[in-house]
């Protein structure tokens, strides 16, 4: 039978629970002194989601000096994506209509992108219908090339219906600027600066981009937008008429196991440092800076869309309850409970105890009690008897020892009286054999 030793299992439970305080004091310790590095794939650099994340990387570097952020320029969405998913990269901006890989987590909405599709003044072009078989400025590649042939196929139309130019999207303004392209599609903010500049040139006007409801039936992603009159020239208007057109939400995603504390820093910086950020943006990019406003928590599309990051959730929960306050009354059954359970526990190990010794003060006893007749004793025999009884009590302790109903302590106790009973005995068997050796000498003489 094992025996329960409460003494040596409190020394080993508190050596364990010492063990992890100072484990994790070390661990925390650690966490606060190393610097974290993240980069970050934010797409073209004349693009507004590089701008922002150039800025990002100024304040969270200012307010968090141990974490570090490095900026890749990329061919956009896809590219980032893939980045993200092949562990090169923390963090991604990236188009929501995309579907990210198992590892991306979501950090922040950064802005709403839109659909913008432009023709060349004059042209005879008047929907996406009429550009099937036309050149289209668009390199085949990121997010932005998936979006066209998402709105494409809605309308019965597939990549083979159109050829595309450029290998970039400044290749792709140029051929179109250039006149070697029929259109120019865009994934990008209302008043981003590059289709500024092609409406400034004077040649080109807007496209409708028609069924966006329709559309969200099979990509939930898309949502109903306008390009209002006048977003981009007031005099003479640009668009001269609000065109409805699709929106997307560009969005931060963090890798899975990217450090918490450094992404709760980021998402921290982007929703309460916006001011700080806007001002690391150039003055000239007003456009670019009142982005800053949309910036906001992601919220799940129909259960589509990836899980937020658990840095980014513990900065958005900042503001709950804790655990133990959500749930105090549980808490507080669980602490009551436990009082009672150490209570009984505590009164079961001094019952114990107090049988322990009851057990080994009647075993004392009875050689006490045999102690005290051995002095009367005036036979070996008898003596002989007296022997074997302290034998037998030595038997029965050492039973009851294992059968954990006398404890170590008890048990010493008893074995220090039960050793001075045998020493007794042997002395008084002695002095019984020496006092007779005599009187057997004066017989045999005699004879």
Do not use: C
Not at 365 to 384: H, P
Request: zero cysteines.
């Amino acid at each position: 039978m094992v025996k329960l030793d409460f003494n040596r299992v409190l020394r080993i439970a508190l050596v364990t629970l010492s063990a992890g305080v100072i484990a994790g004091i070390a661990v925390a310790v650690w966490q606060r002194s190393k610097t974290e590095q993240l980069t970050l794939a934010a797409g073209a650099s004349s693009g507004e989601s590089y701008i922002l994340g150039n800025a990002l990387k100024t304040v969270v570097e200012r307010h968090y000096p141990k974490i570090r952020i490095t900026l890749l320029e990329t061919g956009g969405t896809v590219e980032n994506l893939r980045m993200l998913d092949q562990g090169r990269v923390e963090l991604a901006a990236a188009q929501a209509d995309i579907l990210p890989g198992p590892s991306a987590r979501a950090v922040a909405v950064l802005y709403d992108d839109t659909f913008q599709l432009l023709v060349r003044k004059n042209s005879p072009v008047q929907s996406l219908v009429d550009l099937k078989g036309r050149r289209i400025a668009l390199a085949q590649n990121g997010g932005q090339f998936q979006s066209f042939l998402h709105v494409a196929e809605h309308f019965g139309l597939g990549r083979e219906d159109f050829q595309f130019v450029g290998a970039s999207d400044q290749d792709a303004a140029e051929a179109f600027l250039h006149g070697e392209a029929d259109a120019i599609f865009r994934v990008r903010a209302l008043g981003d600066p590059s289709i500024q500049q092609l409406v400034q040139s004077g040649k080109v006007q807007f496209l409708p981009v028609e069924h966006a409801a329709a559309m969200k039936i099979k990509y939930p992603a898309f949502q109903a937008a306008l390009i209002p009159v006048g977003a981009y020239l007031g005099n003479p208007p640009i668009p001269a008429q609000d065109f409805p057109t699709v929106s997307i939400q560009r969005t931060l995603l963090a890798r899975d196991r990217a450090s918490a504390a450094a992404i709760r820093a980021v998402a921290e910086v982007l929703i309460e440092r916006r001011q700080e950020i806007m001002e690391e943006i150039p003055a000239r990019m007003t456009e670019v800076r009142l982005l800053l406003v949309q910036t906001r928590r992601p919220q799940p599309q129909s259960g589509l869309g990836p899980a937020l990051h658990p840095g980014a959730l513990s900065f958005y929960d900042k503001d709950k309850p804790s655990f133990l306050l959500a749930h105090a009354d549980y808490v507080g059954l669980i602490l009551t409970v436990g009082l009672m359970a150490g209570s009984w526990i505590w009164e079961l190990k001094r019952w114990m105890q107090r049988q322990q010794k009851t057990n080994a003060d009647q075993y004392s006893n009875r050689v006490v009690a045999l102690i005290g007749s051995v002095q009367e004793v005036t036979s070996v025999g008898l003596l002989d008897e007296t022997w074997r009884e302290l034998l037998k009590i030595l038997t029965e302790a050492v039973h009851d020892l294992d059968a954990d109903k006398l404890s170590e302590e008890s048990f010493n106790s008893f074995r220090v009286i039960l050793q001075i009973g045998m020493e007794v005995t042997k002395e008084r068997r002695a002095l019984l054999s020496t006092a007779s050796r005599p009187v057997a000498d004066s017989v045999h003489s005699t004879v």
